[in-house]
């Protein structure tokens, strides 16, 4: 079975601030992907980067950057200089490869930027 | 813009009464979703087509149906069936199975 865990559900920061969103996950497949989500007060969830499970390399997106440990099953988020439009439900999720394959989805975590 | 449009953005549902939401993509993608959300929790996955005339059952399927006629659209009816249907309903459609998908504003329906 596959299981994400979003440990933290609420995080509040000051603007300008860094915050680290974690992500653990379980699977007993070799190859998977790891996806992360935003979802902003408006509803929709926006996609924000998906990784492959041969790629262990880290990801730099403007004041985004995800670190994916394949040793400890974990695919952090880090908001560098965060702003108050970062404010925003974020999602990571995780879907094994191959046919039927479906995203399966932790719980969240609630980011407050406060000005 | 291509997008996903979902509608009606509230809905609300009667003892006993089917309704039916609407997702329309205009992506040309392949593959489409149903999500339910419920408050503090993930998504759950509700029923997917990969391709027309084809859809299958995801993890909370019962309650609900869906149809798949064109590859445009893939609305949601929740029947009678479902006890607890008051939730956020997200649409989502991807290229592929395994690529990204792409969601709409989503739907919130209530019960009167």
């Known amino acids: 079975a596959q299981k994400v865990t979003q440990a933290q559900t609420e995080i509040s920061v000051v603007e300008k601030e860094d915050v680290t969103l974690d992500c653990v996950y379980e699977?007993?497949?070799?190859?998977?992907?790891l996806f992360w989500y935003k979802q902003p007060p408006s509803g929709e969830l926006v996609f924000l980067i998906r990784r492959n499970s041969f790629d262990e390399q880290n990801e730099i997106s403007g004041r985004y950057s995800w670190n994916f440990q394949k040793s400890t099953s974990s695919f952090n988020f880090t908001i560098t200089a965060s702003q108050v439009v970062d404010s925003a439900v974020y999602f990571c999720a995780l879907m094994r490869t191959g046919a039927n394959s479906k995203l399966t989805f932790g719980k969240g975590i609630t980011l407050s930027v406060r000005p | 813009d291509g997008g996903i449009t979902q509608s009606p953005k509230y809905l609300f549902r009667k003892e006993g009464q089917n309704v039916t939401l609407s997702c329309e993509q205009n992506?040309?993608?392949?593959?489409m979703y149903w999500y339910r959300q419920d408050p503090g929790q993930g998504l759950r996955l509700i029923y997917y087509?990969?391709?027309?005339?084809?859809?299958q059952k995801g993890d909370i399927a019962e309650g609900y149906s869906v149809s798949r006629e064109k590859k445009e659209s893939f609305p949601l009816t929740v029947t009678s069936a479902q006890k607890n249907p008051t939730a956020f309903y997200l649409c989502?459609?991807?290229?592929?199975?395994?690529?990204?998908?792409?969601f709409g504003d989503g739907t919130r329906l209530s019960i009167l």
């Open positions: 087509s990969q391709i027309v005339n084809d859809f």
């Open positions: 989502a459609s991807s290229t592929q199975f395994n690529q990204p998908q792409h």
């Open positions: 992506l040309n993608h392949d593959a």
């Open positions: 699977t007993r497949d070799t190859t998977y992907y």
